[in-house]
């Protein structure tokens, strides 16, 4: 089955500490994006890549950051900057990477972070 | 630039009424118009979507859009709802590049 998969489903983190967010997809898609969903806030788009060894800062990159090594993976790495990382994080992928404005976004099943 | 506005935060609906969700657009650009739906504590699937031609969409489970070029519209409708479609429905546009500008939300609660 083609998907997208992110790991962990919930993840706790003390104040200080980085931590990692893993987003993989076999969907064969070029273009991968993070988004950060707070009540009634809707998506937030952090992070987005076009293509391998390429990306670009979304809307609210400040205190975050990704790697694009592999076509199929996107880890996302929230650092002890960002003040408040609590949230719901959804990956996306869509076949890319023209930056095509009719492609359809495919969303993982989230990631929920609680800072302790 | 792209903005998207859903109207309303919360819809409380009762089983088998019909329910419209409202969802306004900008755009400087040519319109491409989503709508997602969000399970509890699940991912976004889309619905439907909006791309060229007919100005009526529709999906496999009822719902239906109609792109409203003169009114910046394209509300989500459906004539006759069940319990399983309570969920959270977002409203995007797609900006350059690739991305999607989203709305608020709008949680329906479909009521027995």
């Known amino acids: 089955d083609g998907g997208i998969t992110q790991s962990p489903k919930y993840l706790f983190r003390k104040e200080g500490q980085n931590v990692t967010l893993s987003c993989e997809q076999n969907?064969?898609?070029?273009?991968m994006y993070w988004y950060r969903q707070d009540p009634g806030q809707g998506l937030r788009l952090i992070y987005y890549?076009?293509?391998?060894?390429?990306?670009q800062k979304g809307d609210i990159a400040e205190g975050y950051s990704v790697s694009r090594e592999k076509k199929e993976s996107f880890p996302l790495t929230v650092t002890s900057a960002q003040k408040n990382p609590t949230a719901f994080y959804l990956c996306a992928s869509s076949l890319g990477p023209s930056g095509g404005r009719t492609d359809t976004q495919y969303f993982g099943p989230g990631t929920r972070l609680t800072v302790l | 630039a792209q903005s998207v506005t859903q109207l309303d935060s919360q819809v409380p609906v009762f089983e088998e009424a019909p329910v419209e969700l409202r969802c306004n657009y900008s755009s400087s650009v040519s319109v491409y118009l989503f709508w997602y739906v969000q399970y509890p504590n699940q991912g976004l699937q889309l619905l439907l979507k909006?791309?060229?031609?007919?100005?009526l969409v529709e999906s496999i489970n009822g719902f239906e859009a109609e792109f409203n070029k003169s009114q910046t519209s394209f509300h989500l409708r459906k004539p006759s709802v069940h319990i399983s479609d309570t969920a959270e429905y977002f409203c995007?546009?797609?900006?350059?590049?690739?991305?999607?500008?989203f709305g608020q939300g709008t949680e329906l609660s479909v009521k027995p």
């Open positions: 969907l064969n898609h070029d273009a």
């Open positions: 890549s076009q293509i391998v060894n390429d990306f």
């Open positions: 995007a546009v797609s900006a350059l590049r690739g991305k999607l500008i």
């Open positions: 909006y791309l060229s031609g007919s100005t």
